[in-house]
């Protein structure tokens, strides 16, 4: 496996737009169609073998599997008969298939479409406010349709439809939002929040009442911003793992991150206030990237491959943290983000600005002070 899908440089020519390296690549669709061929004769023989016609026959069969002991005691430590014990399913079917479809209960986001007519027919400013479970997955992202199909990518000012949210997010909130949406979230989402982020703005702050200290305590996934070109950002709480993993022009405010964070970012500008996990701005060859760090510890965690990173010199980037900061504030109200700002200047010291190499001759504005180079590169 090699890492460089994101320089268009793949090497069997699978992801890659450059014609002379797709030729390196011999599949054909006859292919595909063979090897399912082969899997479901496979799978006919397995059935005919178990004395069944039909996959809908062994469905929830539990009693048909048994734990394979390998001949190791590290490998045969683990008891999985509890996972095999058919559980009472109260008189209903283990399983449903009607029309041979599983229908799933309509989204959320098709009451948000009604309720959201004047805004989607006629233009009007509005608000809306729900209560959401972590089972409602891709909150906002049948109403960004309906937003450009209605008005385009960019026919919204930002904000023009607010949705507010109470509860936990399921996975993909607010994926692939478009500009004139804007989500708010008291309480916490799962993985993938804006994932494909295309112009919205996604707000997730605690509750009110909530005695947790926002930079110590997890309030986002994994994978966070993946693939995101356009929009806003901001999280009064650490995320998890791969944070804004192929960024490309979104911004955004955490408190902190898991490993891989910024990994193959392209563009965009994060703040991270708070640690980084290991392997930080792996294959980074673009945009740019704030972080707050007390111990230091970031030099142990960030992947040099493809970055640079030193503290802060240039007046004008610190403006453009300041002011990232500064929004985080106003739209999360974190106490962790006050703080920072109230002794900016102090604080200012513990920041590293990390940024890829290949960009640093590209800025309009320099991240180093001339008369400094050679003390850095020391």
């Given at each position: 496996?090699?890492?460089?899908?994101?320089?268009?440089?793949?090497?069997?020519?699978?992801?890659?737009?450059?014609?002379?390296?797709?030729?390196?690549?011999?599949?054909?669709?006859?292919?595909?169609?063979?090897?399912?061929?082969?899997?479901?004769?496979?799978?006919?023989?397995?059935?005919?073998?178990?004395?069944?016609?039909?996959?809908?026959?062994?469905?929830?069969?539990?009693?048909?599997?048994?734990?394979?002991?390998?001949?190791?005691?590290?490998?045969?430590?683990?008891?999985?008969?509890?996972?095999?014990?058919?559980?009472?399913?109260?008189?209903?079917?283990?399983?449903?298939?009607?029309?041979?479809?599983?229908?799933?209960?309509?989204?959320?986001?098709?009451?948000?479409?009604?309720?959201?007519?004047?805004?989607?027919?006629?233009?009007?400013?509005?608000?809306?406010?729900?209560?959401?479970?972590?089972?409602?997955?891709?909150?906002?992202?049948?109403?960004?349709?309906?937003?450009?199909?209605?008005?385009?990518?960019?026919?919204?000012?930002?904000?023009?439809?607010?949705?507010?949210?109470?509860?936990?997010?399921?996975?993909?909130?607010?994926?692939?939002a478009v500009q004139g949406l804007k989500l708010q979230v008291l309480g916490d989402a799962n993985d993938y929040v804006g994932k494909g982020l295309s112009g919205g703005t996604i707000v997730i702050r605690p509750v009110t009442a909530s005695p947790l200290a926002t930079n110590e305590n997890t309030i986002i996934g994994n994978t966070v911003l993946y693939g995101a070109t356009a929009g806003r950002l901001f999280a009064a709480g650490q995320a998890g793992e791969r944070f804004a993993v192929r960024n490309s022009g979104s911004?955004?405010?955490?408190?902190?991150?898991?490993?891989?964070?910024?990994?193959?970012?392209?563009?965009?500008?994060?703040?991270?206030?708070?640690?980084?996990?290991?392997?930080?701005?792996?294959?980074?060859?673009?945009?740019?990237?704030?972080?707050?760090d007390t111990d230091a510890s970031l030099v142990n965690n960030i992947n040099p491959d493809n970055v640079v990173y030193h503290r802060m010199q240039s007046p004008y980037w610190e403006q453009v943290l300041r002011d990232l900061v500064t929004e985080h504030w106003r739209e999360t109200q974190s106490r962790f983000a006050e703080r920072l700002l109230v002794d900016w200047d102090r604080e200012l010291r513990r920041f590293w600005q990390v940024v890829p190499k290949e960009m640093m001759d590209k800025l309009e504005h320099p991240v180093l002070v001339q008369a400094d180079d050679e003390e850095q590169s020391a």
């Open positions: 496996m090699v890492r460089q899908c994101h320089s268009n440089t793949c090497p069997v020519g699978v992801c890659t737009q450059d014609d002379k390296l797709r030729e390196k690549f011999t599949g054909t669709p006859e292919k595909v169609v063979n090897l399912f061929s082969f899997v479901a004769e496979e799978v006919r023989e397995i059935l005919a073998f178990l004395g069944v016609r039909t996959l809908n026959e062994i469905i929830g069969r539990t009693d048909l599997l048994m734990q394979v002991r390998r001949g190791n005691p590290h490998l045969d430590d683990l008891d999985l008969n509890p996972l095999l014990i058919q559980a009472d399913p109260g008189g209903e079917n283990r399983s449903e298939n009607r029309g041979k479809r599983n229908e799933v209960p309509d989204s959320l986001d098709a009451q948000m479409i009604k309720d959201a007519a004047p805004a989607l027919e006629g233009g009007e400013k509005m608000q809306l406010a729900y209560n959401i479970r972590n089972t409602e997955r891709a909150i906002g992202t049948r109403i960004s349709s309906a937003i450009t199909r209605r008005f385009g990518m960019d026919g919204l000012q930002p904000g023009h439809i607010t949705v507010r949210l109470r509860g936990s997010g399921g996975q993909s909130l607010g994926a692939f911004n955004a405010v955490v408190e902190g991150c898991g490993a891989n964070g910024c990994e193959y970012m392209t563009g965009g500008t994060v703040a991270i206030l708070g640690p980084v996990g290991d392997n930080f701005g792996a294959g980074m060859t673009g945009g740019m990237a704030f972080i707050y």
